[in-house]
């Protein structure tokens, strides 16, 4: 059985509240420099032209608002995931973010990387100070996950266990470094890294499942899988979602909140509607993203933002 999803925002704590829920754990959220968030906004108000569709941004409001937003949809701790497109960029964007962690309690401590010759350094620099959850992007960085400037890097992030959101499927535009097999090249160098590969690959799902079987740590994250919106571009391929089910426990909320052209609540709906069960819905909501995240007990939570 799977209980409907719910369809506005505001049913989302009643949608928690019957699957017994204390919260979601999303593992897919971006928080940016204003004005850095300002020329994504403005490259999505030109996705017509990118894409070949238009992509309005759902929530283009303000830092204070965002998070009050989250909050309300139960974000039991809130990503603020970062990523450069140029060297120089990921030292002063992972600054940034420890200080928002630092001035906003229930924000994740998050950062990023870049193949340059102190990625080693500053990722090591970023996980003293408590960096819990990183960020990749490998199309708009226009580099390998494999380039060997990174090993240094991906060596202390294996060995500290903390995950890392990997944006790497083709989808929904290809790149130079994109698609599953340069990650594999990567995961057979650090075949312990916890690697949470974005979008389930979007759209070389079968491939990057194959991945999440072959490797231990290896999470999927639901970012607009199985949308309105995505549906039309990169669709769920037949008999894929049985293998979601099979890999219950390897599959994580992902969202990419604020940037999106829907109401949050439409993923949530989404994930119900592929009819894999509530036990599966709470895996994939709550429990899998609580243990990548160390979110802990309810009790804890409570704790964490007091």
């Not at 600054?95 to 990722?123: F, K, N």
């Not at 590969?197 to 740590?217: K, N, Q, S, V």
């Not at 909140?257 to 989404?270: G, R, V």
């Not at 069960?277 to 309810?298: C, I, T, Y």
Request: glycine share 8%.
């Amino acid at each position: 059985m799977t209980t409907p999803g719910p369809l506005t925002d505001e049913e989302i704590p009643r949608y928690l509240e019957r699957l017994g829920l204390p919260g979601l754990a999303d593992i897919h959220v971006h928080f940016l420099p204003q004005n850095m968030l300002d020329k994504v906004w403005r490259y999505f108000d030109r996705a017509e032209e990118t894409y070949g569709w238009p992509w309005p941004i759902a929530y283009r409001v303000s830092e204070e608002e965002r998070l009050r937003l989250a909050r309300g949809f139960g974000l039991a701790a809130i990503p603020a995931l970062s990523y450069p497109h140029k060297p120089g960029m990921a030292r002063w964007l992972n600054d940034w973010s420890a200080d928002l962690a630092r001035r906003v309690p229930d924000v994740i401590h998050c950062a990023t990387m870049y193949p340059e010759p102190d990625a080693g350094q500053y990722v090591a620099g970023a996980l003293a100070a408590g960096a819990r959850l990183f960020k990749v992007h490998v199309q708009v960085g226009k580099f390998g996950p494999d380039d060997l400037m990174l090993e240094p890097a991906w060596a202390a992030l294996e060995e500290a266990g903390v995950p890392v959101v990997i944006h790497a499927g083709s989808k929904p535009l290809p790149g130079t470094f994109t698609g599953p097999e340069r990650v594999a090249r990567l995961l057979d160098r650090h075949p312990q890294l916890a690697l949470v590969i974005a979008h389930l690959g979007m759209p070389e799902y079968w491939e990057f499942a194959d991945l999440a079987e072959r490797f231990p740590r290896v999470h999927l994250d639901t970012t607009m899988v199985a949308t309105d919106f995505t549906e039309r571009f990169a669709p769920l391929p037949d008999g894929f979602p049985a293998r979601l089910a099979e890999l219950g426990d390897r599959v994580v909320l992902g969202s990419d909140f604020p940037n999106i052209p829907y109401p949050y609540a439409h993923q949530l709906d989404a994930l119900a509607r592929l009819d894999l069960g509530d036990d599966w819905m709470r895996k994939v909501l709550w429990e899998n993203g609580a243990r990548l995240l160390g979110l802990g007990s309810p009790a804890n939570l409570t704790a964490q933002r007091t």
